[in-house]
Every structure is written in structure tokens, then in C-alpha cells.
């Protein structure tokens, strides 16, 4: 499983059972394949998990095995994790006087690997102390980490599973990238039927206005008119009679409708000039999505769906990206298929089938 601890993403594949009586050599071959294929290009890590006192034929043999598989750099990368810390604890005892006393092969296995080695309690209830347990892993791992450059472990099986991984990514990316092409496609047909109904509402609410304010202007220019025509009547009248001036409230009436018809066409400019900023704002969102295409989000997330896909056929054990593993293994040259030939027969000698 994967998981982010410690500001550390961590994934952890567990190795197969690669002793389990009844195992053919296609059993052995899917899940060292697996296991490949879930941790390529290839691990930071390799974990060698036992408990205290209990290394075993069954250990040593897994070891032998693992550098078989792997090839004999991978004790580079290796740590043992004792488990069952809560035994020595108990009897007051530290990992080093076990060790003291340990099988001469034990001996071995931590010398190669440069005395890298940690003991937990997997059966810690304190979550405080669990805690504790894991940062001390992986400051451990960190500093191997480091001392081997940051490189991960690679090999001949490491490479050739990479090259599939590569291909079958490519492949999919392909396919989702022409999924989202008709997708596209699509959502541009339904977006140019909306954006020719938004453009033939624009066009009838702009026509309406216009119409309007057409209306109102003709209106305006006609009380215009009237009023100058009854100033002119009224002043005549004026001048005939006394000569005194026109009284200010002759109009009164004239200019106030005058008024209210002004602020008509005020208000029409506005709502006309609102539509037509409507339908500008539009028309740039239309330029600017014809040139963007795809959804950026998308392009984001391809990379990183194309990639679990992969991983979930590899875990599922899909038979045919598992082929396409074995089939470059064997074209990658005799000594990669010599070293499965050497573990199907270690495998089978330790299940009694030899």
C-alpha cells in the first residue's frame, strides 16, 4: 500500500510467498513479476522481514534467492527488520545480544548488508510508540538512501518490466487522449448550439431596444417641436395683447413630459449597452475556449491516471501486461531466464518437489 508519512510518500509492496507448497513455476514467475512490476522502476528499499530467533533455512534460502532474482547488488539496498521486539524487551535483552549469538548465516546477512538492521514491536498498542517505531525506519532508509546516491535499485528484470510499464502508459494515454478528443468534440457541438441561442437572444433583446429607443427619440423630438411651436403661439398672443412677458408655468407641463421621456432613453442606452457587453464578453469566452481546448485539469490528472491504471493491472495480476513482462525478459537474453530456471529449482528442492 502507499501512504505519505512523515512528509515521505511511502509504498510498500510485500513480496510473495515464493516457498508455498504447491507453487508451479508459473505461480512463481506471475508473482515475482508482479512485485517487479508494482516497484519499478525499481525500489529505494528491500526489507528482509523476521522475527527474533527465528532465522531459518527458509530465510537465509529467501535471501539467496532475492540476489538470484535481483542480482548480488541488492544487499546495497537491504535491510533486516526484526519483529517481535516486545520478546527481547521482556527479557531485557537489545537486538545485539541476540546477534552475538546468531546463526554464522544471520552473521552473514547483516555483514553484507552493512549491519542496516531494526527491531519493532508489531504488536505496539501505543500509537505514540508505533509512530516512533516507523520514523526510525525510515530515518534509516533515508540514509541509505542517500549514502547509495538516491538512486533506487535497478536490474536486467527491473529494466525490461520498465520498458513494458512505458509502453503500456503510452498506450493509454493514447486512448484517453482520443477519449478526450471525442469528448470535446462534443462539448463544443452542445456549447455552439448554446452560444447560437445566447447570440439569437442577444439579437432580439438588441432589436427590441433599439426599437425602443427609436420610439422614444421620434416621441422626444415631437414634444420638442410642440413645445416650440405653442412658445412661439403663446409669445405671439403676448405680444399682441400687453407685451408682458410668457409666465414661467405656460410649459411647465411640456418640460416635465420632456423630462420623463429623456430619462426613458437614458435608461434604454444603458440596458442597450448592457446586452451589447453581454454579448462581447460572449464572443472573447467563445475566442478564448477555441484556443485553450481541453480542459487543463485533465491534462493534469492523465499522467497520474494513466499510472494507477498500470499499477491496478499489475496487482490484479492482468495476464496480459504480465506477458508482455515475460515475453522481454526472455528476449532481454539466457542470463535472465538461467536465473528464473535457478529459482524454480530452489523453489522446488525446499517444497520437496526435488
Known sequence: GSSVRFGQDVLVVDTPGLFD??????????????????????????????????????????????????????????IVVFTRKDDLDRGHKSIRDILRNAPSSLQDVIASCEDRF??????????DRLEQQIEGLLTMIKTMVEKNGNKYY?????????????????????????????????????LSFEYEDKKSDFREREKALLEKLDR????????????????????????????????ESFDEEENCRLVTIQQKILEVKRRLEDVRQEQEDMMLYEDVREDVGPPYRYHRDIDRV?????????????????????????????????KFREIFELVKKKSGFL
Open 21 to 78: 507448497t504447491g507453487m508451479t513455476n508459473d505461480d512463481i514467475t506471475t508473482e515475482i513479476l508482479k512485485c517487479v512490476g508494482i516497484s519499478s522502476p525499481g525500489p529505494h528499499a528491500i526489507l528482509l522481514v523476521i522475527g527474533i530467533g527465528r532465522f531459518t533455512k527458509e530465510e537465509k534460502e529467501t535471501v539467496e534467492l532475492l540476489q538470484r532474482a535481483f542480482g548480488p547488488s541488492m544487499v546495497k539496498y537491504l
Open 154 to 190: 535497478t536490474s536486467s528484470i527491473f529494466n525490461q518490466t520498465e520498458i513494458v510499464i512505458r509502453e503500456r502508459e503510452k498506450e493509454l494515454r493514447q486512448k484517453y487522449e482520443e477519449k478526450t478528443k471525442l469528448e470535446m468534440h462534443e462539448m463544443k457541438r452542445m
Open 306 to 338: 494513466v499510472r494507477e491504471n498500470v499499477r491496478d493491472e499489475i496487482e490484479s495480476g492482468d495476464k496480459n501486461i504480465l506477458k508482455r513482462f515475460w515475453r522481454n525478459v526472455k528476449h532481454a537474453g539466457f542470463g535472465l531466464m538461467t
Open 118 to 127: 531494526i527491531a519493532i514491536n508489531n504488536a505496539e498498542e501505543s500509537k
Open 216 to 247: 422614444l427619440e421620434s416621441q422626444r423630438s415631437y414634444e420638442m417641436k410642440s413645445m416650440a411651436t405653442n412658445l412661439r403661439t403663446l409669445q405671439a398672443e403676448m405680444d399682441n395683447l400687453t407685451m408682458e412677458a410668457v409666465p
